[in-house]
């Protein structure tokens, strides 16, 4: 058996883990989520981050912030993991499937259009496998008919569009820190927003919807969302290890894109 993806820990993390221990703060309070958060925007080039559980959750605490729900339609790639369409039908929306591109496999910008309506609310964009989707395409169209993007990150950390890092292309973006994934907190995700006011919702949210002010006094119904620090010391001394992961996956990432060029030769 050979495994898809082995977590590479050879950093930090029992250092940091243990510092978790040694002090007590395991749950999700603790210097260790604030920094990861900080870190991770920084890494990417967004404003901010907020931790969360895992990817999953991190895509309805995006669709929540934006106000997605019943009566409205999310477009979603045909080719893409459950949690992207579980989450919008969580959310009391209705997915709407575009065609997904045979020569990357990424989510058809063209299609997108054609499955437009009057209750079109945003459109998801999954970049698969490490490939950015069509960010020129997919923005200029959602600007174009004034809808939201979600981008979902699960599996493009590391990856860059035109050299800007993905998630910062969309209203809310999304990342999963899954075993499996480039950098892994066991399970945990990571929401950006380029919005103050999505991103202060989304935040809000994902703590239980407490008051800013006052403690053990919630506003509305809301979600424990929260990421531990445990997880974050975690995801801390992944990040401080990116450069040497992601030179490692590099080959294997070529040799993707190669075989994708390739499988767009052959007659559908």
């Known amino acids: 058996m050979i495994p898809i993806y082995q977590p590479y820990l050879c950093g ?9 221990l040694d002090s007590s703060w395991i749950s999700s309070r603790g210097s260790f989520v604030q920094e990861f958060e900080a870190q991770f925007a920084q890494y990417i080039g967004a404003r901010h981050a907020t931790t969360v559980c895992n990817g999953t959750v991190a895509l309805h605490l995006a669709l929540a912030a934006l106000g997605i729900g019943p009566g409205d339609e999310v ?7 459950i949690a992207s369409v579980n989450t919008i039908l969580q ?8 065609d997904s591109l045979c020569d990357t496999w990424q989510i058809d910008p063209q299609d997108v259009e054609r499955k ?9 964009a999954v970049h698969l496998y490490g490939l950015p989707c069509d960010m020129d395409s997919l923005t200029a169209l959602c600007d174009k008919h004034g809808i939201r993007l979600i981008e979902d990150c699960a599996e493009a950390f590391g990856t860059y569009y035109k050299g800007i890092h993905v998630g910062n292309f969309g209203d ?16 945990g995700g990571m929401v950006v927003a380029r919005d103050d006011a999505v991103f202060e919702r989304g935040r809000h949210l994902k703590n239980q919807g407490v008051s800013a002010s006052r403690e053990y006094w919630h506003e509305e119904l809301a979600y424990n969302y929260r990421m531990t620090n445990l997880c974050a010391a975690i995801g801390l001394a992944q990040l401080e290890q990116a450069a040497e992961i992601l030179g490692e996956k590099t080959p294997h990432r070529a040799m993707v894109q190669g075989r994708t060029a390739r499988l767009a030769a052959y007659p559908a």
């Open 75 to 81: 477009i979603v790639p045909t080719f893409t993991y």
């Open 91 to 98: 959310a009391g929306a209705t997915p709407v499937f575009a």
């Open 116 to 124: 437009l309506s009057d209750r079109t609310r945003a459109v998801m």
């Open 172 to 187: 809310v973006a999304t990342f999963s820190f899954f075993g499996n994934k480039t950098i892994t907190t066991g399970e």
């Open 12 to 20: 930090r993390e029992k250092e940091y883990v243990n510092a978790c």
